[in-house]
């Protein structure tokens, strides 16, 4: 009887240390494909000619939580912007002029950048 029973502890306290181990894991794993998703769209913004600063306002939060639910959340503090030029809205001043990003023209090959649009 007392074999059985210190063999049950043996096996319910290895199981445990199994469980803890597999929810490390599960956290790690989903910390690293917040950090990779938030990694990867930090690149694509700055390939696309937005600037570094734009590429930056993509964060990660990772939420390890209790048992195997992890979860990591990415997002970007800059989502009408980033909306804005994944849509290709046209981007107007406030007296309904068209305008255009200083830092967008050079890219497509437009070197001057006229400083202001008259309307006849």
Known sequence: MKLAATIARWLQADMQAEVRDVERAVAAGTREAGRGLKTELRRQVASAGLGQRRANSWRDRDYPNQRL?????????????????????VIRSRRGLTRAMNHILPAVGIRKIPVRLNML
């Open 69 to 89: 639910d992890a979860a990591s959340l990415v997002y970007t503090k800059a989502p009408q912007i980033i909306r804005a030029f994944d849509e290709g809205a």
